[in-house]
């Protein structure tokens, strides 16, 4: 005969439903309420899904909707990365070198993300950009 191991709860006699539900012997076919143990009033039933399909029922968005939609772009010269002593003696008539060659395209950035690339021309005394490449996948 083998002998059942008995845990030691130290929650025992705290919580008599849950004492039903985790006691080894539990009968779980029925649900305890209060002090009386009673049969189970519903039965899970099997669940029916509808089926999906492709149609759509609402309106679709009208992609004319993000035409008005303001975005900041800005067109980015050069980077350069430089020590943090060198910022604090930045004065007037310093000269930081970019990471950028002469003549090469500048980047349309658009919130962060490089969009296109293009070169510098003047427009009514304003500087502007003539886009020489859109970049599809950047």
């Known amino acids: 005969m083998v002998k059942k191991k008995v845990f030691d709860d130290p929650l025992n006699g705290i ?6 539900v985790f006691s080894s012997d539990a009968d ?5 309420t209060g002090s009386v143990f009673e049969e189970p009033k519903q039965t899970i039933a099997d669940v029916e899904f509808p089926t999906l399909t ?3 029922n609402g309106k679709k968005v009208d992609l004319d909707i993000f035409s008005k ?13 430089v020590p943090l002593k060198d910022v604090f003696e ?21 919130n962060g993300q ?6 510098v021309v003047a ?9 020489t490449q859109v970049l599809a996948n950047s």
Do not use: C, K
């Open 28 to 32: 779980t076919s029925r649900i305890h």
């Open 114 to 119: 490089i969009i296109a690339q293009g070169e």
């Open 69 to 81: 939609i303001p975005v900041t772009v800005s067109v980015e010269l050069g980077r350069a990365q």
């Open 90 to 110: 930045l004065t007037e008539g310093s000269i930081i070198e970019l990471e950028r060659l002469v003549g090469e395209p500048l980047d349309l950035v658009a």
């Open 15 to 20: 919580d008599p439903v849950m004492e039903g």
């Open 123 to 131: 427009i009514n005394n304003n500087y502007g950009l003539r886009i």
């Open 54 to 56: 492709e149609e759509l």
